[in-house]
């Protein structure tokens, strides 16, 4: 049997997570579920400009867009450190916001692991 991670949240991110629909949610649940094994679903897809590996879940639902950003390389557990509704409708690009938030939670929670 594979070693299993286990998956921790942000606590912002799992609140936002909780606000997506029941779909995403299970979409999303079963991605990390694949990731906390040590494999990458198929919607999920690095995100670059970060020195440790970090990933985006890409969702689709009713037309709208909802992404969950996880990092692998950050102590013993898979980190759930972001996850929001794209509203942006320019292109497939993470927007700049978001990835600052994203550094911003990752650079905090290196801190608190020390």
Not at 10 to 22: E, G
Not at 108 to 113: C, G, H, M, S, V
Request: net charge positive; no cysteine.
């Amino acid at each position: 049997m594979k070693t299993r991670r286990k998956v921790s949240w942000i606590k912002a991110a799992r609140k936002s997570f909780n606000k997506f629909p029941d779909a995403v949610q299970t979409q999303a649940a079963s991605a990390l579920t694949i990731a906390s094994q040590g494999q990458k679903a198929d919607i999920a897809k690095p995100l670059t400009g970060f020195v440790d590996p970090v990933f985006e879940i890409v969702l689709k639902h009713r037309g709208d867009a909802y992404r969950v950003i996880y990092a692998v390389k950050i102590g013993d557990d898979l980190w759930v450190v972001h996850a929001f509704q794209k509203k942006s409708n320019r292109g497939i690009k993470t927007p700049q916001k978001e990835i600052d938030t994203i550094k911003e939670r990752i650079n905090r929670l290196k801190e608190a692991l020390r």
